[in-house]
């Protein structure tokens, strides 16, 4: 059986781009995966497809999920990256949305599976977005970068080349095979303090909308998501606030974040430190460390 397992093949799509994020790696407070899945409801998206899981994920790592039907009939959901149209009649093109975990095994294979649907459906344009933790201040503008494999592509949406060598996620893979395959792609990426990444942060979510909003140009309707992050913001900041110790550790990151503002967009800790920081300000909250990470 194909892996991808198809429930109606969509049709009249416009130049489509095809918009990735997945939960896990590369989705620091859930960031990449809040704007794609906020996109998808904004505008009305229809799931056509889904990668079936038995062949990419470790069960014991991305477990599935009991759920109660009608109250007493036990059914199981399974881990799973879904697919899904969204038609846009009065922007430039449509869009293909792909969500789910980050596969556990045979990235080579899944990627192919991802390649081959964007080729069936003609996309003119893949897209994947994601978030990492950095040293930054909850207060300040989220920093958005992103980069293309295409260094035409790359000066054509104003995007940053990247330097980064070093371990990578899904979506450096899935960015290797748009390269090798000659299919446009580009990526995007927000920066979530890391002092604050245990719980979902709309303010991550809505830089990465907008931002792709101005690339593949499709406007969405944020209110809701402007609402949640005035939202997030006020309870940080009183979070934050309590605490002295953790007052002046937020300055010193402004303070950092205004000194540093013509040299890289944002500084990035060792994993070390940032498991640090963040055991500290969560023992300072009253709160355990989360299990895991991203």
């Not at 497809?49 to 062949?55: F, G, H, I, K, S």
Request: hydrophobic residues 40%.
């Amino acid at each position: 059986m194909h892996p991808l397992q198809w429930e109606y093949r969509p049709s009249g799509l416009r130049a489509p781009a095809l918009v990735c994020a997945f939960k896990g790696w590369n989705d620091a407070a859930d960031a990449a995966s809040s704007a794609v899945s906020f996109v998808g409801e904004s505008l009305k998206g229809r799931r056509f497809a889904a990668v079936d899981p038995e062949e990419f994920y470790d069960f014991q790592a991305t477990r599935p999920r009991v759920k109660i039907v009608d109250g007493d009939t036990r059914s199981i959901e399974w881990p799973t990256v879904e697919v899904y149209e969204v038609k846009v009649p009065r922007a430039p093109r449509d869009l293909i949305l792909l969500i789910g975990p980050e596969p556990s095994y045979r990235w080579r294979t899944f990627t192919e599976v991802v390649i081959e649907l964007a080729e069936t459906l003609d996309v003119q344009l893949v897209v994947t977005l994601g978030a990492l933790l950095a040293d930054v201040p909850h207060t300040r503008p989220v920093h958005v970068t992103g980069f293309a494999t295409d260094p035409g592509l790359t000066e054509r949406l104003s995007l940053q080349r990247s330097s980064y060598e070093g371990p990578t996620g899904i979506l450096g893979v899935l960015q290797h095979a748009c390269h090798q395959t000659g299919l446009p792609s580009a990526s995007i990426w927000a920066a979530v303090p890391h002092y604050i990444a245990a719980s979902p942060n709309p303010k991550a979510a809505l830089a990465l909308v907008r931002k792709l909003e101005g690339m593949v140009g499709v406007a969405v309707d944020a209110g809701e998501l402007e609402v949640a992050c005035a939202d997030y913001e006020r309870q940080v900041n009183l979070a934050v606030q309590s605490d002295p110790d953790v007052q002046a550790f937020v300055e010193r990151l402004e303070q950092a974040s205004g000194d540093d503002a013509e040299e890289e967009p944002f500084p990035m800790l060792s994993g070390d430190a940032i498991e640090r920081e963040l055991q500290r300000f969560l023992r300072q909250r009253g709160g355990d460390p989360p299990r895991g990470g991203h």
